[in-house]
């Protein structure tokens, strides 16, 4: 992890001080970012195991906000990726987040990993695995996006299909090529909360209301699905 320090920038007082979570993945991480005239200048990364995010986020963010010299009230703004991914892994970087935030009055940016990986490589399309033969997809220009949970036979039914796709992991690539053959499949490393502070660190007027801030989870949880049927079996 390469941490700048903030105080030793030209243009500080005019700069804005931004972290990033990302815990949607499986790997997670946190990001520092230096906002001036337009400029995204990423201070420093962390990453974190996602399997160990529940107990390892605050301590990471606490880590490197420290390697910077820079206090939490010195944040103007935190950005957050919400989703698609791991339920639990979102859950806690929300809940992390909230918390950070509100304290703070921190406003708070939140994010669609789709988005951020369709920004990585310059497209306005990406996909992602969602296991079970699924996948997340974003669909649509940046005005007008349409984001989904899709199987084959859905993505067929989708015509005409997207002249290029952004994907990260084999698993959707492997789809996407099953059934879109023609597409050009735009191939980048995963997302990270630099990539979501690169992203989102303008967006000024995209501030969350916290107590509607939800996960942009696309389906449902296990349990939810399941209480379903277990509740059906005894009706």
Known sequence: MTILNPS???GQTEAKLLLGVDTCGPVGSVALARLAEGTVEILGQTEIDGRSCSSTLVTAIAELLKQAG?????LDSI???N???SFTGVRVGLAAVKGLAEGRQIPVIAASRLEVLANIAGTTTAALDAHRKEIYLRLGDA??????LARAHELAEIVPAPEQ?????????????????QTELVRV???TAADALKLCAPRKWEIADLALLDGHYLRRSDA????????????
């Open 83 to 85: 989703g698609p991914g």
């Open 165 to 181: 796709i952004a994907v990260c992991d084999e698993a959707a690539e492997r789809l996407l090529g099953e059934v879109w053959p």
């Open 8 to 10: 030793n920038l030209p």
């Open 70 to 74: 820079i206090q939490l009230g010195l």
């Open 143 to 148: 005005a007008q996006a349409t984001e989904m």
């Open 224 to 235: 939810e699905i399941f209480g379903e049927q277990t509740t059906g079996l005894h009706a």
């Open 189 to 191: 490393s995963a997302p």
């Open 79 to 81: 950005v957050v990726v």
